[in-house]
C-alpha cells in the first residue's frame, strides 16, 4: 500500500515563530487531506488539497503532486496551535477506494 | 456543515459484554463510512470501510466477528465490539465521505474512548 511520512516527529516553537510541515508520499494520491487533533482527540479538518495551494488565515498548505509532497504552513504560532498534525492520503475511487492512509504525525508545542 | 457525530463519546464496560458505536452523519449523505482506531500517541489504523446497503470490507488483519459493522442508512453506521476484551480499549473513530459534492474529502466523527475492565 501507500506509504507516508511525516517530518518532523516532533517540533517545539516559542509563541510566534513559524514552521512548516511536511507530508511524503510513496504514490499518486487523489485526496490529501491535512488534519490538527485537539487534546480531546477530535481531528480538526485543514485543508483537502490533493493538489495545488490553499491558505485559511494563518495556516497554508502546499501540495506537489509530480514530486509526491505536501507542505503545511504555520505562521505566528500561537498556543492553542499545540497538539497532533495528521497529514492523509487517498488514492482511489468508489467504495472502499476512497480509504485514507495516515502518517504517523507531527507533534507541535507552542511554549508560551 | 460536514458533521459527523458519535455516540457515545466515552464507555466503560466489562470483559466479555458487547458494545455499540453510532456514527452519523448530521447534515450530508453519507454512502461509505469508515471506521478507525488510534492507540495512545499513534496514529490513525483503518478498521473498515461501511457501505450503505452492502457489507463491509475489512482491512488485513481485523476480526470480521468481533467488529460487526452495519451501515443501514445513508446517515447512519455503527460498530459493535462483540465480547469486548481489555485489549479492545481504544480510541475508535469514525469518518464519512459526502458523495454529494463529487469530492473525496472525509469529515470525522469525535470519536469514542472504550475502556473495557
Known amino acids: 500500500g501507500i506509504q507516508v511520512e511525516q517530518s518532523p516527529p516532533d517540533l517545539i516553537l516559542q509563541e510566534g515563530a513559524n514552521s512548516t510541515l511536511r507530508c511524503n508520499f510513496s504514490?499518486?494520491?487523489?485526496?490529501l487531506q491535512w488534519f490538527h487533533q485537539n487534546p480531546w482527540g477530535q481531528l480538526i479538518n485543514l485543508f483537502y488539497?490533493?493538489?495545488g495551494t490553499k491558505q485559511n488565515g494563518r495556516l497554508s498548505a502546499t501540495t506537489v503532486a509530480t514530486e509526491r509532497y505536501s507542505l503545511l504552513y504555520i505562521s505566528s504560532s500561537q498556543t492553542t496551535d499545540s497538539g497532533v498534525y495528521f497529514c492523509a492520503v487517498g488514492r482511489g475511487w468508489g467504495g472502499s477506494n476512497y480509504k485514507l492512509t495516515f502518517g504517523k504525525g507531527t507533534l507541535l508545542t507552542v511554549n508560551p | 456543515g460536514a458533521v459527523v457525530s458519535q455516540h457515545p463519546s466515552r464507555v466503560i464496560c466489562k470483559s466479555g459484554t458487547s458494545v455499540k458505536i453510532e456514527c452519523r452523519s448530521l447534515d450530508f449523505q453519507a454512502t461509505t463510512m469508515f471506521w478507525y482506531r488510534q492507540f495512545p500517541k499513534q496514529s490513525l489504523m483503518l478498521m473498515a470501510t461501511?457501505?450503505?446497503?452492502?457489507?463491509?470490507?475489512?482491512e488485513q488483519g481485523v476480526e470480521k466477528d468481533k467488529f460487526l459493522i452495519n451501515h443501514a442508512s445513508l446517515t447512519l453506521s455503527t460498530l459493535t465490539v462483540t465480547s469486548a476484551h481489555p485489549e479492545d480499549s481504544s480510541f475508535y473513530i469514525c469518518?464519512?465521505?459526502?458523495?454529494?459534492?463529487?469530492?473525496?474529502?472525509?469529515?470525522f466523527g469525535p470519536g469514542t474512548r472504550l475502556t473495557v475492565l
Open positions: 461501511s457501505n450503505e446497503g452492502s457489507k463491509a470490507t475489512y
Open positions: 469518518s464519512a465521505r459526502d458523495g454529494g459534492t463529487g469530492y473525496n474529502e472525509q469529515f
Open positions: 488539497i490533493p493538489s
Open positions: 504514490d499518486s494520491v487523489n485526496n
